[in-house]
């Protein structure tokens, strides 16, 4: 079956610029999850989803980044004022209750 | 989250089992062993993960010693494709509560010819 698909899998941006990365969950999964890995780094939790509310933010490094999802399915993790230490691959996760985080392949994002 | 322990890197020649430790001594009664890996330029692949008794899928294996305080993955032919990096990760299985991954560094797989 599908599995999460993110897009676009590569977005190069001029600093200053906003960008708007999105995720497509798989089917039915109610949770959802972003991530991001900068070069040679382990993964870094950003926020959660439960349906459409996120009850965890904890990790959104600053308040130009922000996230939403609609219709408990698509997400979009927009970033404002890009700076180039934005710069990293951005990873989408779902799951369902109790099974695992299923990824999608990320959005590498190059800020010049 | 208890804390995981893996080697930093390991070798393994094509078509031989790869054996992949993991020490996890604090270890809760409800948390799981995750074990996922991810191959360069793609997304974390899940492959298994176990409460206390061994798991086998089309993937591998998780061997889970009795006190829990360890495991091992087994990928029982290893090929080329196989080349990445490992992750063991300790956790509660995921409810409504929601709980991120923490990967840590993770075992460099090089599989070899």
């Known amino acids: 079956g599908a599995g999460v698909s993110q897009s676009p899998s590569n977005k190069v941006t001029e600093k200053g610029k906003d960008v708007e990365l999105r995720c497509d969950p798989i089917?039915?999964?109610?949770?959802l999850y972003w991530y991001r890995q900068s070069l040679g780094q382990g993964l870094e939790f950003l926020i959660y989803?439960?349906?459409?509310?996120?009850?965890?933010k904890s990790g959104l490094p600053s308040d130009r980044f922000s996230a939403e999802r609609t219709g408990g399915s698509v997400s979009t993790l927009t970033i404002q004022r890009t700076q180039q230490e934005d710069s990293a691959v951005y990873l989408c996760?779902?799951?369902?209750?109790?099974?695992?985080?299923?990824f999608g392949d990320g959005t590498r994002l190059s800020i010049l | 989250d208890a804390k995981t322990t893996q080697p930093t890197s390991m070798d393994c020649a094509e078509g031989r089992a790869a054996n992949l430790p993991c020490n996890h001594s604090?270890?809760?009664?409800?948390?799981?062993v995750y074990w996922y890996r991810q191959i360069h330029s793609q997304g974390p692949q899940y492959i298994i993960h176990g409460l206390k008794n061994n798991e086998t899928n089309e993937m591998a294996s998780l061997i889970i010693t009795e006190d829990r305080k360890s495991s091992t993955l087994i990928l029982p032919h290893a090929t080329l494709r196989d080349t990445a990096v490992y992750y063991c990760?300790?956790?509660?299985?995921?409810?409504?509560?929601?709980?991120?991954?923490?990967f840590g560094k993770g075992t460099s797989l090089l599989v070899t010819p």
């Open positions: 990760i300790v956790r509660v299985a995921d409810s409504n509560s929601g709980y991120a991954l923490n």
């Open positions: 989803f439960q349906g459409n509310s996120a009850p965890d």
């Open positions: 604090t270890i809760s009664g409800n948390e799981y």
């Open positions: 996760a779902s799951t369902n209750n109790y099974q695992p985080q299923h």
């Open positions: 089917s039915g999964h109610t949770a």
